[in-house]
């Protein structure tokens, strides 16, 4: 089955630094890469997501970049601010969303003003 | 995007005993799925909630422990069964509305067994 690794588990920056996680997963035949982000006690949300006949997806100031031979992706934020803050976990899975998902171990972010 | 309740949103048990969790949405899904959240750990699946047939179990998850029902689009039920204190985690409900559609989770079912 899927395997996917996420690192760092905790990354802490100063609010206006850029953050980056990182994702790698196993299973060449997944094709959809959700992105999670949850805030204490809250419920895990959709912030961003990227399919595999694309490269790259950005949203203001969250970017996906996927890189399929390598099978790895990265969660990149910019201009961080302390509502940032909340730990994310990247996903994959080989049927968009219909199949299970497999979830990394998650990042612990935190952005210090 | 759909609404998506949980009841109840926590809840404290004695051991031994059940506890049905109900996921509702507010517009009829595609597909439903379990997860449970241990403290400060990831997601992970116990099981597709597939309606009008039984549902689909991840390794390690069993239906006797985790009876789960779909009886039609838009609900779904998660029973804990002989709980012991291993089983004090987090519970949620996802949904994904149609295809090519991503998941949703509900609130989530915080569990304690006493």
């Known amino acids: 089955g899927e395997n996917v690794e996420q690192h760092p588990s905790t990354l802490s920056v100063q609010e206006g630094d850029s953050a980056v996680i990182k994702c790698t997963y196993s299973d060449s035949a997944s094709n959809y890469f959700p992105w999670y982000k949850q805030e204490l006690g809250k419920r895990p949300q959709l912030i961003i997501d990227i399919r595999s006949n694309v490269g790259e997806k950005k949203d203001q100031r969250i970017a996906v970049t996927l890189n399929k031979t390598a099978k790895h992706f990265s969660l990149h934020i910019t201009e961080t601010q302390p509502e940032d803050s909340a730990v994310y976990f990247c996903a994959a899975t080989s049927n968009s969303g219909y199949s299970t998902l497999t979830f990394g171990k998650g990042t612990m972010l935190l952005v210090s003003p | 995007s759909a609404v998506i309740s949980q009841k109840p949103s926590r809840d404290i048990c004695q051991r031994g005993t059940s506890l049905t969790i109900q996921c509702q949405v507010d517009?009829?899904?595609?597909?439903m799925f379990w997860y449970r959240q241990q403290p400060g750990q990831s997601l992970t699946l116990i099981a597709t909630?597939?309606?009008?047939?039984?549902?689909?179990?991840e390794s390690g998850f069993v239906i006797d422990k985790f009876p789960i029902s779909r009886p039609n689009l838009t609900f779904s039920t998660l029973t804990v069964s002989n709980m012991s204190p291993e089983d004090s985690s987090i519970y949620l409900c996802?949904?994904?509305?149609?295809?090519?559609?991503?998941?949703?989770f509900g609130d989530g079912t915080r569990l304690s067994i006493l």
């Open positions: 909630a597939n309606q009008g047939s039984e549902a689909t179990y």
């Open positions: 517009s009829q899904v595609t597909m």
């Open positions: 996802s949904v994904v509305v149609g295809q090519h559609q991503p998941q949703h």
